[in-house]
């Protein structure tokens, strides 16, 4: 199979993978080319969700329609949690869970030849899968100048609504030596990059130094020439003291933070099985603006878990109401099978779990909203994005800009106004003008 096309759904771990598959396949002498021509599209998929499930059999039917003489490989989460569902396909050739995705050029050259008689799968124990690939500077970004790197894997919590623990298996952390050559490699042509992992904060504790990633940040820090680090997600009681007071000390570790919240009820926390409580989670949120006035401060919310009630929500929404969140990720809950909540009895009606997400959505709106305003005049420093007419600041905001420039470059931009979603650099005569007694 001389073409192929990898398409990534889901978390930045997903996209780091996919960055590392396509790297794979390349030197093993495959093409890289379009969907609607490649020989073989593989999909990376991601199944934290029903909704992520019905995207990728979606994309299996879109690319029936536009490339019917492609094969299609189906990887990651969804063929490793339902490999047999996924091998029923249309077009399908081959199922290859996380446990073999290590394996998948190996894997792809027995295809070759294949008559497609029947699907192949290729799906063990999660747990096996320990492997952390080298990442190619050159297809390390993707379509981006932010590429995403995997330190961690996996998860050791088994929170009631999760399926990630099942199809990803424990948690494990690359070594720290392994680490700091990839980011020294990466950073000679990226001026950001993105540590990732499905349980980043627990990186370093199944090493045997039993490390932590403040300790891992700092040896980044002080062996790469790194410009800006930044952290994709970390569980709120993984933001310590130590944690927390080198991001806001350093100058290279972007001031974003993102801490999956879940429920504001400490009575869903519990049926949850999440290990903190409502004035924990506050806690660490309020250190962190407190040390980061100017942060971006995000989250994970759910709506709709089993038995959650009126009151439960309500506490949900006083509780983001009265912390300094700047954006939200709201997620209905959808039943996952293999998973306790599943299982559970008092499911809440579709109708009302729609509702409590708009409410939520329209409650982090405003809430990005003033944050965004209050940025108005302000001068924040800035990465150029892909076509050089959008930078990411460091406080994870969008910057349409005045004058393009080009990508990958770290820049300072005066703010002049405030768009629907993100922020416009005041123009050069706007900043004249501005500057004029």
Known sequence: MATFFVENFGCRATQAEGAAIVS???????????????????????????????????????????????????AGCYAQRAPVEAATLPGVACVVGNSHKARLGELIRELEGDELTHCRIYVGDANAAVSFPGVDPEFAAGDRTRPNLKIQDGCSFHCAFCIIPAV????????????????????????????????????????????????????????????????????????????????????????????????????????????????????????????????????????????????????TVRLVESLPFTYLHVFTYSPRPGTPAAEMADQVPVKIRKERNRILRELAARKSLEFRQRMVGRRLSALTLEAGRVALSDNYLKVELAVPRPPNRIIEVEIGAVTPAGLRERGPAEAQERRQP
């Open 24 to 74: 794979q396949l390349v030197q093993r002498g495959h093409v890289l080319a379009d969907r609607s021509e490649a020989d073989l599209v593989i999909l990376n998929t991601c199944t934290v969700t029903a909704a992520a499930d019905e995207d990728v059999r979606q994309a299996v039917y879109r690319i029936r329609r536009e490339n019917p003489e492609a094969r299609i490989l189906i």
């Open 168 to 315: 990803r298996g424990r948690s494990r952390s690359a070594p720290a030596e392994w680490v700091v050559e990839q980011v020294r490699r990466l950073s000679a042509h990226y001026r950001e990059i993105v540590l990732s992992g499905i349980n980043l904060g627990r990186w370093g504790r199944d090493l045997p130094a039993r490390n932590r990633l403040p300790d891992l940040l700092r040896r980044l820090l002080d062996e790469t020439g790194v410009e800006r680090l930044r952290l994709s997600s970390v569980e709120p009681m993984d933001l310590s003291d130590e944690l927390l007071a080198l991001m806001a000390k350093s100058g290279r570790i972007a001031q974003h933070i993102h801490a999956p919240l879940q429920s504001g009820s400490d009575r869903v926390l519990r049926r949850m099985r999440r290990w903190y409580r409502a004035r924990h989670y506050a806690d660490r949120i309020l250190k962190a603006r407190g040390s980061m006035p100017d942060a971006a401060i995000g989250a994970d919310v759910m709506v709709g878990f089993p038995g959650e009630t009126d009151e439960d929500f309500q506490e």
